[in-house]
C-alpha cells in the first residue's frame, strides 16, 4: 500500500507521491528503507542505497512498499495526448524523413517546433485551419527569413501527418512564403579578393582558407574536410555534404595550377589541409567563426566565407559558362539555383552587349554634313569666275 502524500513530497504524473529532497540524503535514506522492503534491516539498507542513487540521479521515488519506479527524469513533461501539435510533432522526430535530415538542419527545425509546442502543443491538430497557420507566419512578419524558416518546419511536419494518415489535409500548403528582400550573403568583388590577399600572403592558413573557396566554388561544410586523399589525377573528388543523406551529389573537379601553387606553400594537416592551432581539422561553424575574424583583420567586415561561393559562380558565368556548365562545378541540381548567383553578372553581360549595340547601329548611322556646293535642291552648283 502506498503512503498518502506529505506536506515533503510532490505528486507525480502518475499520480505516487514522491520526496522532493534537497541536499544529503543518508538521514532520508536510512527512514524510507523500511518501507521500501517489508523483508527486514539487509533488503531495507539495499533499497534505501537504490532509493538514493535515484534521488541523486534526479529520479522520482514513489513511496510504495517493495518497488522503486523507472520513471523520467525530474522536470520532464508527460507524453503529449493523441491527436495534439506535440504529439504530431514526437511522432515526426521519430520518422525516417526527420532522422534524414542534416544534423544542423534537424536541430534548427527541431528548435523551431518545441518553441511552436510551449504554445500550442496541447491543441488538437486536426482543427488547424489556414488561417491558423497564417497567424502564426505573421507574427514574424518583421522577419521574413524567420517566418519562412517557421512556415517550412510546419510544412514538412503537416506532410508528414497526411503522409501518415494522422491527418487529412495539409493546411500549410495554402499559406505562401514571405517576399524577402534580403539578396543573402555579399558577392565578394575582385578588389575585396585582392585586399584579402594583400593582407594574409601566401603560405598562411587564411590565404590557403581563401584559394579553398574560391577556386573550388564550394562551401565551408566541404572545405573544412578536403585532403590530400581527395586529390586523384589532379582532380578534387568528394561528395558534398549538404543532402549527403538524402540526396547525395559527388563532383570531381579540377585542381587549377593557382589553388595547387597555394596548397604547396601552405601549411597542412595530415587528412584536412585546414587545421586549427591544435593540428585538428575545423568544424563548419568553427571555420565560419575564425574566417569572420580573418575577414575582420583584412579590414572587410560585410565579407563571409559563402560569398566566395557567390563570387566564383558570378565569375564563372562572367566568362561565359553556361548555366550547366556552372552546375557541374557548384553541385547545384536545378538552374534556379544557379540564376540567384548568377543573376548580377548575366544582367551586366548582356547590359554591355546591348548598348555595344546601340554604339555600333548609332556609328554607321551617324549622318555626314553635306557638302557646301550642294545645293537645297541636291544640285551641284558651280563656283563662277570673273571675267
Not at 53 to 62: K, N
Not at 342 to 363: C, F, H, K, P, V
Not at 377 to 384: D, E, I, L, Q, V
Request: net charge positive.
Amino acid at each position: 500500500m502506498a503512503t498518502t502524500a506529505t506536506p515533503g513530497t510532490r505528486l507525480w504524473d502518475d499520480g505516487q507521491p514522491s520526496l522532493s529532497l534537497r541536499g544529503g540524503g543518508r538521514r532520508s535514506a536510512r527512514k524510507c528503507a523500511p518501507l521500501l522492503s517489508p523483508q527486514g534491516a539487509t533488503q531495507g539498507a539495499i533499497a534505501g542505497c537504490a532509493w538514493l542513487r535515484r534521488v541523486r540521479q534526479g529520479l522520482p521515488v514513489c513511496f510504495e512498499r517493495g518497488r522503486v519506479p523507472t520513471s523520467k527524469r525530474v522536470g520532464s513533461h508527460p507524453r503529449a495526448p493523441s491527436g495534439s501539435f506535440k504529439g504530431l510533432c514526437e511522432a515526426y522526430y521519430g520518422s525516417a524523413e526527420f532522422k534524414l535530415l542534416e544534423s544542423r538542419t534537424a536541430r534548427v527545425r527541431r528548435s523551431i517546433l518545441d518553441d511552436l509546442c510551449r504554445e500550442h502543443g496541447l491543441k488538437p491538430v486536426r482543427l488547424v485551419e489556414v488561417r491558423h497557420i497564417r497567424a502564426i507566419r505573421d507574427a514574424k512578419a518583421d522577419r521574413p527569413e524567420a517566418a519562412n524558416g517557421t512556415l517550412k518546419a510546419l510544412r514538412q511536419v503537416f506532410a508528414f501527418g497526411v503522409a501518415s494518415e494522422l491527418l487529412d489535409r495539409n493546411a500549410c500548403k495554402d499559406v505562401p512564403y514571405l517576399k524577402s528582400g534580403s539578396q543573402g550573403f555579399h558577392t565578394w568583388t575582385p578588389e575585396e579578393v585582392a585586399q584579402f590577399e594583400a593582407r594574409h600572403p601566401i603560405g598562411t592558413k587564411a590565404r590557403l582558407a581563401l584559394a579553398l573557396l574560391l577556386y573550388t566554388c564550394q562551401r565551408r561544410s566541404d572545405v573544412v574536410l578536403f585532403g590530400r586523399q581527395h586529390v586523384r589525377a589532379g582532380h578534387l573528388s568528394f561528395t558534398q555534404e549538404k543532402g549527403k543523406k538524402k540526396n547525395p551529389v559527388s563532383l570531381r573537379i579540377p585542381v587549377i595550377p593557382a589553388l595547387r601553387e597555394i596548397i604547396d606553400a601552405s601549411p597542412c594537416g595530415d587528412l584536412t589541409f585546414l587545421v586549427t592551432a591544435f593540428g585538428r581539422g575545423f568544424s563548419a561553424a568553427g571555420f565560419g567563426n575564425k574566417f569572420r575574424v580573418w575577414c575582420d583583420e583584412a579590414g572587410l567586415p560585410s565579407c563571409a566565407a559563402h560569398g566566395l561561393r557567390k563570387a566564383s559562380a558570378t565569375r564563372l558565368a562572367e566568362l561565359g559558362c553556361s548555366k550547366h556548365e556552372i552546375m557541374a562545378v557548384t553541385g547545384h541540381r536545378t538552374s534556379k539555383e544557379v540564376a540567384r548567383y548568377t543573376r548580377a553578372a548575366r544582367q551586366g553581360i548582356l547590359a554591355d552587349s546591348a548598348m555595344a549595340r546601340m554604339s555600333a547601329d548609332e556609328t554607321a548611322n551617324r549622318s555626314v554634313p553635306p557638302d557646301q556646293s550642294v545645293t537645297e535642291s541636291g544640285t551641284k552648283s558651280k563656283a563662277k569666275g570673273f571675267k
